[in-house]
């Protein structure tokens, strides 16, 4: 009955380097190539690496991780210390705090369980001890985050074992009392199929520079178009280019703003699996309604996903670039091999981007073990030599190159969406989402992505009554992407939530009145763009992830430990939405001081607030010292009337607030705009580094909201 | 970037065997030891199986299936036919047609999404073709039930490919069309972590003979004592032993029947993890309270998991022989281990069986992915050489071969409860059960459990209302083992079905009315104890599941393939349950004609029936021909009472049925008891095959049912 061991005799001794500043790589016996670095298409961003505080040892000394080979796998076990708590793996609807759990990182749509299946599971974790760890893998691995109980240490001496004491037990709530917080313990992480890994050390010392430096060893943070940071909004899928280009043009009548008009499944002459060739009976000339669509300021995004059915132009090309197994009849392009790549991009290029498309919808490209079995099978083999297990952990990302290729080619931005997303994906200007639609998750979701170098977008689609409607419009508008997806009803939400009564044209007595608490919601979304630009370039230069979790920022509060729906954006604001389930809510204000943005009231920090939340409003708070610049409301990004800055000035103002501006081409030099506050003389000023074509920001008005003696 | 092949390069030849009439063994390189077969405890009912009706060739020539070592594991390919179904893979709950599906069979406690995770997942499938097929592997394998699509069969010429066409479309709701039935396509299962493995293929040549021979290789079925038959009662876990025998006292002057009393975990000094010690403070003399119990006629089962507390007096003995991991401070006994084993067994011998308990229920022996990762991980080590995952395959039929070794050294039956199974369970007097609670999953899984050898408990716990007690009443009632578990209220739920009055003592108004409902549906189950022992005995002799799918029956009629909300109890009863939401439902009658068991009335089969029904019924149908035998409603199974038979005369009463008779010891003799009836002269006999001593039946009363010209 006895089999061989399970375990190699010894631990092997790891290989260490370190190729970045503040970057380590332990090399355990021989990983496999095809690896998220193995296969990465973005090189790291070593100039803003060096750029940043500089770190010291390795916070992860080589002797306090272990890796062995097991049957048929490698684990690898690094240090957990007593209080210590782990974030990340990637996007994580169910929870958030991810030591006490074991998370198997497969990808997968529609997780409704807290298991690591993910839309887009990303093996990196950051921990409050200020590192992160990047277990550099494609394959499904089991994180066990200080959730087991190595036998070593029970014995007799264990009797009558009470609940760990622990310093910060006291803070978090009773359910957290399980992760035994006050015992040191280990993370295990098991990766099957491989006979060796390498594990990445990210130094701090903060939390927050530990992320920054997994994100610019990425290769940076995404940098979107301004446009797509205005409203998004995905018509009807049954609509034809007329009654698109009429619904663009109630768009802007209504002076709704808008930026992005998408198109879902209807647009092509076969969708599952896909075409790529316009319908002619819906687009006839989609040339012309591009074209129209841009003249009025819109850009046009396409939904699709890779799977290439048979009538498809490229189907015959891409037969040897392909995987062995068919999804809805459709062959899986291997994204992996140049030439699947360069087939790809080329008929798209050709096809859509030339003729205006200013982006995709990249749906369908994570994996079906919850939603139908549809996708194809781990034991898949592709031509690069990826298996399936492989490839949809990279099919998202290497789909996403793809695509990139085509913009990157004509030096011009994208920005997307892809319902997948792995290690490594700080670069790519792609934002999440999912079919899944739980309110509360879609915020901690948010809350999540910024760990792992992921964007999310809390998308409104059904809901429920107005007030659900307007409670996710708040949340989306604080988001990477704001984006209204209607895709099953003809005309706006506001008209009439009831899909068939939408669809059929009846809309809801005293519409108008929704209309305008949306209208002025989006309006807030646009004063706001500056602000969130300024995040993604920061994003990009320094890896700061413009939306992230209130413990990346305040890991010494153990009362921001647990708080999973609350977050940051940007610099100075803290955002609490309320779902409509909700009236009042539980705000928790870290250190330092903060302003209610609907009332000016000033709260003190380190304490948690119980709000009642009128209906037009989602909880926002500005850290005092900030200046807030806000645009004004324009009805898309190239309003130039949305450079004219109103500079809200909140307590003594005594932070600089800095904007940027370029031309708007992928990789641009930048103008810092520096505004800076006088509390003495009551007064400001805009200093700028240079003088750059585009976009140029101006103050029209300074206004004061807090005593600035304060 | 390209690595090493995936597949090995050529398929390896397999090796063929035929252990057993109608059962081959293809073996596919090299097999790892610890497999369900490998670690087997009950050996395959070889007499049993020479008994069966003969099998020809192999349903599945050798040549139709295909094995690789692929990176990592081993994969299998078998061939599925158009219009081939296929059922089982253990404990599913969301799911019935296997066909179309993706399964990864975990181990794990409640899993909430249909991927394959059960509490008892088995690598077990039969076919509509009529045969089944089992891979030997105690790994996570991966069934890919014809879900996916390889390549090969797709170029140009699919293109505008149609959805299938098949002959059975029509008859299957739209929802089936994806399952494209109407092509072949191909079962593939990998297994990780192995370099070859054992296939057994068992013949029909129907589906329920595929079954039958599955069963009896495993040991043939479970045979209950009666008193298992009877109704469980699991108490409230405050109680303490006077607590228990006042509600003992209740049940017999309320005249409702029980036969088996259940303590929960208050009865341990600790129960998480356990010490297996009784809690002087609640349990001052358990054995003098047994005894009272026992002389009452109750049994007395015990709940407890293997976890072993340090405080317990076997902990220091299972060191050696125990995994190198924890959960909740207690140890893992290593039950593949004989010394594990034997000392685990010695102790609850003299502890509790010794003192007259009669069973136990055994919990939180599967696996923790989705319920708060308290288990062991699969990376555990155990001395016998298992790692973790083998273990949680293993761990349940392993603890019940350690508790089973009590009882047959003492050469008694038992019959409990389980709450993790897997592959070769048929032999296990154990039943599972589920912290999960939807009624609909509960019937499913009733329904699913028939095709693996498995039994189900739809226990009745929470009720929403009276409604649902009852209708969930009528549905244990009509299943292995008809328990009541109000762990959580000290009063039976008839009296107040909300936890907190129920335990206060507010009694619902007009609670007599609904204990006299409960009350009347307990009986019925009582009634029924001959024809449910009877089908038990088939199980044992001939494998055949006492409650069963349609479709195992009648795979000919393509509308029994979806109905996963009805079923066959024994050789005569279709069951077909109602939940609290419904008052009617849709009936499928299989060919022949059925009775309505309340009313008589007669609806002839191959035909849907849409019923109202009343709160007082469940429907169930009786097929024309039965002679259903009914006893007289004892207050328990050893009531004498009990063996005094109505024998219900259904249609012409043409089908003998058959009773048995037995001393109750664990491998009895069996005297057959023939009913018979005679159409002409309106008369009914009992012929008895031999003498033996214990239950006698008689019968008191022959009743035409249905016109015996019909």
């Not at 035994?180 to 098991?190: C, D, F, P, S, T």
């Not at 200007?429 to 079919?435: E, G, K, Q």
Request: include cysteine.
């Amino acid at each position: 009955m006895l089999e061989g061991p399970l375990f190699s005799a010894a631990p092997s001794t790891p290989q260490i380097q370190q190729p970045y500043p503040g970057v380590w790589r332990i090399t355990f016996d021989s990983p496999e190539g095809l690896t998220p670095v193995g296969t990465r298409h973005y090189p790291p961003a070593a100039a803003s690496l060096d750029a940043l505080p500089k770190a010291g040892p390795c916070p992860l000394p080589q002797d306090a991780i272990d890796g062995q080979a097991t049957r048929g796998g490698y684990i690898v076990s690094l240090p957990l210390e007593a209080n210590e708590l782990v974030y990340g793996l990637g996007l994580q609807f169910q929870s958030f705090i991810q030591r006490g759990g074991k998370k198997m990182l497969r990808v997968n749509a529609d997780p409704k369980m807290d298991s690591g299946d993910s839309h887009a599971p990303a093996p990196f974790y950051v921990s409050t001890r200020g590192y992160g760890v990047l277990i550099d893998t494609a394959r499904y691995a089991t994180f066990y985050c200080g959730s087991t109980d190595r036998r070593a240490r029970h014995t007799r001496t264990t009797e009558n074992r009470e609940p760990a004491q622990d310093p910060i037990a006291g803070v978090l709530p009773a359910a957290y009392r399980r992760l035994r917080l006050g015992e040191r313990n280990e993370v295990l992480v098991e990766v099957p199929r491989v006979a060796g890994v390498d594990v990445y050390v990210f130094a701090g010392p903060t939390m927050r520079l530990a992320v920054q430096r997994y994100n610019l060893f990425a290769g940076g943070g995404a940098l979107p178009p301004r446009w797509g940071l205005g409203l998004w909004y995905r018509c009807g899928s049954t609509l034809n280019q007329d009654e698109v280009l009429a619904l663009a043009r109630e768009f802007r009548e209504r002076k709704i703003p808008c930026d992005v008009i998408g198109l879902e499944p209807g647009w092509q002459t076969h969708a599952y699996s896909c075409s790529f060739l316009w319908d002619k009976k819906r687009f006839a000339d989609p040339a012309t309604t591009i074209d129209r669509l841009n003249k009025d300021h819109f850009r046009l995004n396409l939904w699709e996903h890779a799977y290439t059915h048979p009538s498809s132009p490229i189907h015959e090309d891409l037969l040897p670039f392909a995987g062995d197994y068919a999804v809805w009849g459709g062959l899986v392009p291997d994204f992996l091999h140049p030439e699947a790549r360069r087939i790809f991009a080329d008929f798209h290029g050709r096809e859509h981007v030339a003729l205006g498309v200013s982006g995709y919808k990249l749906d369908e490209c994570d994996n079906s073990d919850f939603t139908g079995n549809w996708s194809f099978p781990e034991i898949s083999r592709f031509p690069s030599g990826a298996d399936g297990e492989q490839m949809h952990s990279f099919f998202a990302l290497r789909y996403q190159d793809t695509i990139q290729s085509i913009f990157d080619r004509r030096k011009t931005r994208s920005y997307g969406l892809v319902r997948s997303s792995h290690a490594l994906a700080a670069p790519y200007p792609y934002v999440l989402y999912s079919d899944l639609y739980d309110h509360k998750e879609y915020i901690r979701a948010l809350v999540n992505s910024g760990f792992s170098g992921l964007l999310w977008a809390p998308e409104v689609r059904d809901a429920r009554s107005t007030d659900d409607l307007i409670r996710r419009l708040q949340t989306a508008i604080f988001s990477p992407l704001a984006q209204l997806d209607t895709w099953y009803m003809k005309n706006p939400p506001w008209k009439q939530v009831e899909r068939r009564a939408n669809s059929a044209g009846r809309f809801a007595s005293g519409w108008e009145e929704i209309e305008a608490q949306c209208r002025k919601l989006i309006e807030l979304r646009m004063r706001l763009l500056p602000y969130l630009y300024a995040a993604f370039v920061r994003y990009r230069k320094q890896g700061v992830p413009p939306f992230r979790a209130l413990v990346l920022e305040y890991p010494d509060e153990p009362e921001t430990w647990t708080v999973d729906n609350q977050f940051l954006v940007g610099e100075s604001l803290l955002i609490a939405p309320v779902t409509a389930e909700e009236s009042k809510r539980s705000v928790y204000l870290p250190a330092g001081s903060w302003y209610d943005f609907w009332t000016g009231e000033r709260h003190p920090g380190k304490r948690r607030l119980d709000v009642t939340v009128p209906l037009d409003r989602i909880p926002v708070y500005v850290k005092s010292g900030t200046l807030l610049p806000l645009a004004e409301p324009a009805l898309h990004a190239e309003d130039e009337t949305g450079w004219q800055l109103t500079v809200q000035v909140y307590g003594a103002g005594e932070t600089p607030a800095v904007l940027y501006e370029d031309d708007g081409s992928p990789d641009p030099q930048f103008a810092e705009v520096k505004l800076s506050w006088d509390p003495e003389r009551k007064s400001g000023s805009l200093e700028r580094t240079a003088s750059i074509s585009g976009y140029r920001y101006t103050v029209n008005q300074w206004q004061v909201i807090g005593d600035s003696r304060e």
